[in-house]
């Protein structure tokens, strides 16, 4: 079975301070990554995601992710936060064309202004 | 606008009963999915349904069912089998396998 493990359950920051959420996948295959967010009281949206091609991939928001194929990783970044980025941060993987989607069990992040 | 709807958001439920939550989808999307969202759990996976007609059980099936009579519609139902069933329940679409999922606004459902 493929699990997805985000190494953070609660991150706080102060405003300006840089971001790194750390999620690694079990699967060996081939893959797509996400990384989703959820503000306070809002849906799920997507962050950005990962295909194929450049490892370093922008979102919206500032945010990038790099997937590191070799460590299974595909950590999350943003070099300095604002206190709306406060929200729980999910990282999902799914095989290639595959309709099933795991998730991570989430990063509440924290930015105190 | 093109989007997911859940309904209702808030429902509650005596013990013993089941209940029904509702998913619509507007966006044309082959893939539908119900998650449950539980505090430090992330989202799990409970049935999903790549086109009509079919679905799959996901990782905690047990105590729900589905059905896919129609396209954009995917309603879940927690019976009285599923012994934990108050949490937030999210559904969600795609358009293949290889696209990113949409989301609803969820339904929280709480037990009486």
């Known amino acids: 079975a493929q699990s997805v493990s985000q190494h953070n359950h609660h991150v706080i920051l102060s405003e300006a301070a840089s971001l790194e959420l750390g999620c690694n996948y079990s699967y060996g295959g081939t893959v797509n990554l996400f990384w989703y967010v959820q503000y306070p009281g809002q849906h799920l949206q997507l962050l950005l995601k990962y295909f194929s091609g450049d490892p370093l991939v922008k979102g919206i928001k500032g945010f990038e992710a790099e997937f590191i194929k070799s460590k299974f990783s595909f950590n999350l970044r943003k070099p300095s936060v604002q206190w709306s980025d406060t929200a729980e941060y999910f990282c999902?993987?799914?095989?290639?064309?595959?309709?099933?989607?795991?998730f991570g069990a989430g990063t509440t992040v924290t930015v105190r202004a | 606008d093109g989007g997911i709807t859940q309904s209702p958001k808030y429902l509650f439920r005596k013990e013993g009963q089941n209940v029904t939550l509702s998913c619509e989808q507007n966006?044309?999307?082959?893939?539908m999915y119900w998650y449950r969202q539980d505090p430090g759990q992330g989202l799990r996976l409970i049935y999903y349904s790549q086109i009509v007609n079919d679905f799959q059980k996901g990782d905690i099936a047990e105590g729900y069912s589905v059905s896919r009579e129609k396209k954009e519609s995917f309603p879940l139902t927690v019976t009285s089998a599923q012994k934990n069933p108050t949490a937030f329940y999210l559904c969600?679409?795609?358009?293949?396998?290889?696209?990113?999922?949409?989301f609803g606004d969820g339904t929280r459902l709480s037990i009486l």
């Open positions: 969600a679409s795609r358009l293949t396998g290889s696209q990113p999922q949409h």
């Open positions: 999902a993987v799914s095989r290639s064309n595959d309709y099933k989607l795991s």
């Open positions: 966006l044309n999307h082959d893939a």
